[in-house]
């Protein structure tokens, strides 16, 4: 390889490129249509839809990385399984994948490659994100949920004595609670006494999936439930590690959305 001569950058020129860019997409996202809290498979496929209908979303995700459950298939095994018809999905993607022996309507990925590929699209769909943000609360104007309220996931990890850090507000037409199986913004109603989520279901894939899609929907004015927090919320069998049902949901969460939104 010849030598490479990289620009003559400074330091503080790198910091405020960081700092600048940062704070002006913050700014322009204060206020937006849906704000989606979970980045795992449920939240990017509702992030990734509903950019694509040109709606402004934020996916907000406490860790510094997305994808939430979908890094693994299940046990630690980075192979992925879904159900058809889900793997349509996988194709739109553009994910690599195999019926696997003789199972028909079961296929299998690497979950690597679906896990990359999905950020990727909902990036690439337009959709913002903040990681290492975390839920705090819900913002509620007249019985609807009208936004989130959001720290830095480090806050809660200071102790006690030196965490007094206000959260701030981030204001929305729509929330959508993709935060997997803590169903965390569904249970920021359920402390004020406004629903009563039923706790997740024992295990029975047959049933799981076809019913987690059923009732992805407006649980709360203003909030729409997608992926487990479903489950979580309406007390639905569990499914384990197959993910069609996380995509599906979450490509419904975002027709319920736009429908909701007029678009
Ligand atoms: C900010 C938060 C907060 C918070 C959580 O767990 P996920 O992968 O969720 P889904 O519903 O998209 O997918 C579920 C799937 O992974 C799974 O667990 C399955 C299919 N289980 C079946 C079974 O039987 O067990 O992702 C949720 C994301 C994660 O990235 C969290 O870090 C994030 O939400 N999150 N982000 N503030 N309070 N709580």
């Known amino acids: 390889m010849k030598a490479v001569e990289f620009s003559p950058v400074s330091e503080s020129q790198i910091t405020r490129a960081i700092v600048a860019e940062f704070a002006k997409e913050f700014e322009n996202y204060v206020e937006t249509e849906v704000i989606i809290v979970g980045g795992g498979p449920s939240g990017l496929m509702a992030g990734k839809e509903l950019a694509a209908s040109g709606v402004k979303v934020l996916i907000i995700e406490r860790n510094n990385y997305l994808g939430g459950g979908f890094w693994l298939g299940g046990f630690l095994m980075n192979k992925l399984t879904v159900r058809s018809p889900a793997e349509r999905i996988l194709d739109e993607l553009g994910v690599p994948y195999k019926e696997y022996g003789k199972v028909k309507g079961l296929y299998v990925a690497d979950a690597p490659h679906a896990c990359s590929k999905l950020i990727a699209a909902a990036c690439d769909a337009g959709a913002k994100i903040l990681n290492m943000t975390a839920l705090d609360d819900v913002v509620l104007h007249n019985e609807k949920v009208s936004g989130v309220v959001v720290n830095w996931t480090a806050v809660s990890a200071?102790?006690?004595?030196?965490?007094?850090?206000?959260?701030?507000?981030?204001?929305?037409?729509?929330?959508?609670?993709?935060?997997?199986h803590d169903a965390s913004v569904v249970k920021k109603l359920e402390e004020r006494g406004l629903l009563k989520a039923k706790g997740q279901g024992a295990m029975w894939v047959e049933r799981s999936e076809d019913l987690v899609v059923e009732h992805t929907s407006e649980l709360y004015p203003g909030l729409i439930v997608t992926g487990m927090a479903v489950s979580a919320a309406y007390g639905l069998p569990r499914m384990g590690p197959t993910f069609g049902a996380m995509l599906v949901s979450g490509k419904k969460a975002a027709e319920v959305a736009i429908e909701k939104l007029g678009v």
Do not use: F, H, M, W
């Not at 004595?161 to 206000?166: H, K, L, N, S």
């Not at 729509?174 to 935060?179: F, K, R, S």
């Open 158 to 180: 200071l102790p006690r004595e030196i965490a007094c850090v206000d959260p701030v507000s981030l204001e929305s037409k729509l929330v959508i609670d993709a935060t997997g």
